[in-house]
């Protein structure tokens, strides 16, 4: 019932969001000054500290990994050809971002896409997503594959450990390799070979344990806080997974992402991204007018899941999808209904 509602009360989207999808670029620019001027000059402000305390170093990385976070969602809207309206100005400004988030611009870009066209299928949640089980593949498994897939969704490996790993490791080679994709893993090798350079330059200008004890920290804090929010803004409770037969785009985006109702400094420094719905309907709107689609259009925020951060803490324990209830479970739940015979 609820579905069929959604779908008569938005049958008209396209011409709602497709007005803010024109790229600006005096807020393009605007957004840039006031992305990169602060991260450099906070990465530099960690260098000093670090003649002070380090504690003054980390919290700084802290600040840092947010507007790394922000600067992220720059690249990530260049490689939606959002950002500006030229794409040789968006390909060079993704990969100029590139080399400080470490994500290469075109390989994570393309899988991004992919995530964007196939939004909730059950069929392809291992590209461009966070993967997880259904009920009945987890029930199905055997004692070793679920042990692993617990250890996976441990909170301390899936919200730790994962993100650094994305952003160090899985990055680096492509893993995902489709047909045509030569010019992207040639760019990927570009690009590693352009952060190394990078790397070795900034630690052979001030000093390679001063370099780690700065950039570190710095990566670490914006993979976790970049993960988090794709996570929270897919994997909650009543959020939109279906097999490709049954599989509609609309619904995907309305139910299948949140409103991420955040302070306003935190939506400025994730860049808006909490909007997550709105950015699924059409990706081509830039991040800047993400807020505005929403207050000009209240019919976008009727049907969207709306989470605070403090909602989006119980995310943590979504760890299955129960296709009959339609709904993200833990594996506290699993077992109590897998105890009374529920999923024999």
Not at 167 to 190: C, H
Not at 273 to 285: A, C, D, R
Request: aromatic residues 20%.
């Amino acid at each position: 019932m609820r579905e069929a509602e959604i779908k008569e009360a938005l049958k008209d989207w396209p011409k709602i969001v497709v007005r803010y999808s024109k790229p600006d670029s005096r807020k393009a620019i605007i957004q840039i000054l006031n992305t990169f001027l602060p991260f450099i000059g906070i990465w530099i402000l960690m260098y000093f500290s670090l003649q002070w305390s380090y504690l003054i170093t980390l919290f700084l990385g802290l600040v840092n990994g947010f507007f790394l976070a922000r600067l992220f969602i720059i690249q990530h809207d260049c490689g939606h050809q959002s950002f500006f309206g030229s794409k040789t100005v968006n390909n060079t400004l993704g990969f100029i971002c590139s080399l400080f988030t470490s994500l290469p611009y075109r390989y994570w870009s393309r899988v991004h896409n992919y995530h964007h066209g196939h939004i909730g299928q059950l069929e392809h949640r291992d590209i461009g997503d966070i993967n997880f089980l259904t009920v009945e593949e987890f029930r199905e498994s055997s004692k070793w594959k679920r042990f692993a897939y617990r250890v996976f969704r441990n909170p301390f490996f899936l919200f730790i450990l994962t993100p650094v790993i994305y952003v160090t490791i899985s990055n680096r080679y492509p893993f995902f390799n489709f047909k045509g994709w030569g010019k992207v893993r040639r760019s990927q090798i570009w690009n590693n070979v352009a952060l190394v350079a990078l790397y070795l330059l900034l630690g052979w200008l001030i000093g390679w344990k001063e370099f780690f004890l700065i950039q570190v920290p710095v990566i670490v804090f914006f993979a976790i806080i970049a993960f988090w929010f794709f996570y929270v803004q897919h994997q909650h409770e009543e959020t939109y997974m279906r097999w490709k037969n049954q599989w509609d785009f609309l619904l995907a985006s309305m139910q299948g992402s949140t409103y991420y109702k955040l302070p306003k400094v935190f939506q400025w420094l994730t860049g808006n991204i909490g909007f997550h719905h709105i950015h699924h309907l059409n990706s081509k709107i830039p991040n800047y007018f993400l807020e505005k689609c929403a207050r000009e259009n209240p019919i976008l925020q009727k049907f969207v899941p709306t989470i605070t951060f403090k909602d989006s803490l119980s995310c943590i324990w979504n760890n299955l999808w129960d296709e009959q209830k339609k709904k993200m479970i833990s594996f506290k739940e699993y077992y109590q209904m897998e105890k009374q015979g529920a999923y024999a």
